[in-house]
């Protein structure tokens, strides 16, 4: 779908629509004004034009380029611009991963209610990649991403709870949480769930909520 015509709406806020909507027709004029705009410092345009060249968008992918335009953008303080900065370091796109940058670039939106970051926090202190491993601290975040709604956080951490590990075992959390992510769309947790009422596995035996489970699962795309 084109964006509006130009002129209809406040440049920067047109160029956003334009890129967002990948409408080739405006697409070189969104591109200027994102880049006018960065060359003047402004950190939402740094943000934009970052991710453009991070994803190749109409323009060469260089991750060396959206790092230095993300950077520039995270540093004025725009919380969404350290997460993405925060994932090329995680994952080592154009540059070597560096979990202690990545930490450092998640961790303040992560304070301020991201549950992006907190679910990106939370799965660097459980992998314990170049960071020290610590469980208990990838609970809390992943407890925070969930109850931000964040439907991978709440599968992860229900698996946790039905494991025990880094929280006590609680199959009662577990199943809230499950079901939470079932409910969000998640197929993982929606298997998960009718292996468990199928196996009697820490539930009752239920062959009716298996199948429903199951057959939930069978028509939903993995997120």
């Given at each position: 779908?084109?964006?509006?015509p130009?002129g209809?709406m406040?440049?920067?806020?047109?160029?956003?629509?334009?890129?967002?909507?990948?409408?080739?027709?405006?697409?070189r004029?969104?591109?200027s004004?994102?880049?006018?705009?960065?060359?003047?410092?402004d950190?939402?345009?740094?943000?934009?034009?970052?991710?453009?060249?991070?994803?190749?968008?109409?323009?060469?992918r260089?991750?060396?380029?959206?790092?230095?335009?993300?950077?520039?953008?995270?540093?004025?303080?725009?919380?969404?611009?350290?997460?993405?900065?925060?994932?090329?370091?995680?994952?080592?796109?154009?540059?070597?991963?560096?979990?202690?940058?990545?930490?450092?670039?998640?961790?303040?939106?992560?304070?301020?209610?991201?549950?992006?970051?907190?679910y990106?926090?939370?799965?660097?202190?459980?992998d314990?990649?170049?960071?020290?491993?610590?469980?208990a601290?990838?609970a809390?975040?992943?407890?925070?991403?969930?109850?931000?709604?964040?439907?991978?956080?709440?599968?992860?951490l229900?698996?946790?709870?039905k494991?025990?590990?880094?929280?006590?075992?609680?199959?009662?959390?577990?199943?809230?949480?499950?079901?939470?992510?079932?409910?969000?769309?998640?197929?993982?947790?929606?298997?998960?769930?009718?292996?468990?009422?199928?196996?009697?596995?820490?539930?009752?035996?239920?062959?009716?909520?298996?199948?429903?489970?199951?057959?939930?699962?069978?028509?939903?795309?993995?997120?």
């Amino acid at each position: 779908m084109d964006a509006p015509p130009y002129g209809l709406m406040e440049p920067l806020e047109w160029a956003k629509l334009v890129i967002r909507s990948r409408s080739e027709r405006d697409y070189r004029e969104a591109l200027s004004i994102l880049g006018e705009r960065a060359a003047r410092g402004d950190a939402y345009a740094e943000l934009m034009l970052g991710l453009v060249h991070a994803r190749g968008q109409g323009v060469e992918r260089d991750f060396g380029i959206a790092a230095d335009l993300l950077g520039r953008s995270a540093a004025q303080g725009n919380l969404s611009a350290m997460y993405f900065l925060g994932k090329i370091h995680v994952r080592g796109y154009g540059t070597d991963k560096d979990a202690r940058k990545a930490m450092e670039c998640f961790r303040v939106p992560a304070e301020h209610g991201d549950a992006r970051a907190q679910y990106a926090m939370g799965l660097i202190r459980f992998d314990g990649q170049g960071v020290e491993r610590d469980l208990a601290e990838s609970a809390g975040w992943f407890a925070a991403a969930a109850a931000g709604g964040h439907s991978e956080a709440q599968f992860v951490l229900g698996q946790l709870y039905k494991a025990g590990v880094g929280v006590p075992r609680d199959i009662d959390a577990a199943l809230d949480l499950l079901t939470s992510a079932a409910a969000n769309g998640h197929r993982g947790a929606m298997i998960l769930l009718g292996s468990m009422y199928a196996a009697g596995d820490g539930v009752a035996a239920d062959e009716a909520a298996a199948r429903r489970w199951d057959e939930m699962a069978a028509v939903t795309s993995d997120r």
